[in-house]
């Protein structure tokens, strides 16, 4: 499957998606440390799900993702609810052109599609440069319990209407790390089912690294949380960072 394709099915396949706990998530950490904040960049915006969200509640918001063709779904999205909301196909790593804004969001694992650590600390450099002075950001990344203990060796599947999908996992190469290997069956408008196929890599790293490379990159961790806000524990699937440009 072409990343055409995915971008297509992808709504359907994240409709469970905690979207509105990211919202909720935004508008808490920006009234409590930045509560003029108005221009935000959604970086890894996809189909442009929370971006749209973030834009009817009020916010000026800038969406950029490697993928074109998730890009399209997200414009499409913008217009039929009559907001503004720009958007541009960059790569994380090397954000350009754009302006600086009060706050840079990536969520949704975003992060974690990045191959190494270069580009980890690539990419905080590039949100830092699109940040207004003091300006926030705002991301999540997988926890290192979450990759080695509920994703790998797991086999994850559902039958909805017209698609379905098997979801294999196995342990990636490097420490952290898993790939993904899924399988999709589509129904036509025929009745017959199409076969496509999907991999992807995903890695992460220790919290404290995380924190090194943001302080590396000139920020100041302001707060380290777990699943939207909730205590760190041995168990937290999705670690959150808020930290200021200093």
């Known amino acids: 499957m072409n990343y055409e394709q995915f971008a297509y099915l992808y709504d359907q396949l994240m409709k469970d998606a905690p979207y509105d706990e990211w919202l909720t998530f935004t508008k808490e950490k920006l009234h409590l440390y930045l509560p003029e904040a108005k221009e935000l960049l959604d970086v890894g915006c996809g189909t442009g799900e929370l971006l749209l969200r973030l834009a009817k509640n009020g916010y000026d918001v800038t969406g950029v993702d490697l993928s074109s063709d998730m890009l399209v779904v997200a414009n499409n999205k913008v217009e039929a609810a009559k907001v503004t909301a720009k958007l541009f196909e960059q790569d994380m790593r090397h954000l350009e052109g754009l302006g600086h804004f009060d706050a840079v969001l990536t969520y949704c694992d975003s992060l ?3 191959p190494n650590e270069d580009d980890v600390q690539a990419a905080f450099l590039a949100f830092n440069r699109s940040l207004k002075d003091n300006g926030l950001l705002l991301l999540d990344v997988h926890s290192c319990y979450k990759m080695d203990e509920i994703f790998t060796g797991q086999i994850f599947a559902d039958d909805d209407e017209n698609i379905s999908y098997i979801w294999k996992v196995f342990e990636g190469e490097f420490p ?6 899924l399988t999709f069956f589509v129904q036509n408008e025929d009745q017959t089912y199409a076969r496509y196929e999907e991999f992807h890599e995903q ?9 090194q490379w943001l302080e590396e990159a000139g920020f100041s961790v302001l707060e380290i949380s777990a699943d939207f806000g909730k205590e760190i ?3 937290s699937e999705r670690i959150f960072f808020v930290a200021r440009k200093k």
């Not at 952290?176 to 290997?181: F, I, L, P, R």
């Not at 992460?204 to 924190?211: D, G, L, R, V």
């Open 233 to 235: 524990t041995e168990i």
């Open 112 to 114: 974690n599609y990045l």
């Open 176 to 181: 952290y790390s898993v790939e993904h290997d």
């Open 203 to 211: 890695r992460t790293y220790t919290i404290e690294q995380y924190k």
